[in-house]
T-cell receptor, first 113, second 111 residues
Framework: DAGVIQSPRHEVTEMGQEVTLRCKPI?????LFWYRQTMMRGLELLIY????????DSGMPEDRFSAKMPNASFSTLKIQPSEPRDSAVYFC???????????FGPGTRLTVL | GDSVTQMEGPVTLSEEAFLTINCTYT??????LFWYVQYPGEGLQLLLK?????DKGSNKGFEATYRKETTSFHLEKGSVQVSDSAVYFCALIGNAGKSTFGDGTTLTVKP
């Protein structure tokens, strides 16, 4: 299995632009998680899905952030408009319902100028 | 809600020294407990886990025991190597299936 796939690996954009991060979970996994990691705030859970349905989005920082999971093999995290304080590494992770180990993707390093 | 508190870093050790990184948790019910490791420029990867009280997880010389009476899951290794330099995260999964991570502890091992 290829593991969790994220794209792009690096994204540099200017303030005010829309940013879309993509994630392909491991095939057959039931849960998908989006995290943000910064030096100041550490690892933060933004939102997670179970069987494509958002379960808890309380970690989404504000309305500029949105996440979708249209099918079991794809999810997006969108920031519109982006701001410099959104600069971080964004991780996607997935896991099976009956196994608790989460598998993390390599992350997307976002820089907003 | 659930929470994980782990030892603040950074931790700097000499090669072959003994390592302990403390982790305590707060959760309802019987969570599963994990240690993840993150090497520079990479995502987190599972190091070890324990799913019930008194279980011991172990991998690559690292160990941690699920202590329900003290709500702890401390990570230990008898002799660290330079290659163990990384950030270590303690985590739990609670009854609702939600994951909660600690803030991470940076370990640097010097030759």
């Amino acid at each position: 299995d290829a593991g969790v796939i994220q794209s792009p690996r690096h994204e540099v954009t200017e303030m005010g632009q829309e940013v879309t991060l993509r994630c392909k979970p491991i095939s057959g996994h039931d849960y998908l998680f989006w995290y943000r990691q910064t030096m100041m705030r550490g690892l933060e859970l933004l939102i997670y899905f179970n069987n494509n349905v958002p379960i808890d989005d309380s970690g989404m920082p504000e309305d500029r952030f949105s996440a979708k999971m249209p099918n079991a093999s794809f999810s997006t995290l969108k920031i519109q408009p982006s701001e410099p304080r959104d600069s971080a590494v964004y991780f996607c992770a997935s896991r099976l319902l009956d196994r608790n180990e989460q598998f993390f993707g390599p992350g997307t390093r976002l820089t907003v100028l | 809600g659930d929470s994980v508190t782990q030892m603040e870093g950074p931790v700097t050790l000499s090669e072959e020294a003994f390592l302990t990184i403390n982790c305590t948790y707060t959760a309802t019910g019987y969570p599963s407990l994990f240690w993840y490791v993150q090497y520079p420029g990479e995502g987190l990867q599972l190091l070890l886990k324990a799913t019930k009280a008194d279980d011991k997880g172990s991998n690559k010389g690292f160990e941690a025991t699920y202590r329900k009476e003290t709500t702890s899951f401390h990570l230990e290794k008898g002799s660290v190597q330079v290659s163990d330099s990384a950030v270590y995260f303690c985590a739990l999964i609670g009854n609702a299936g939600k994951s909660t991570f600690g803030d991470g502890t940076t370990l640097t091992v010097k030759p």
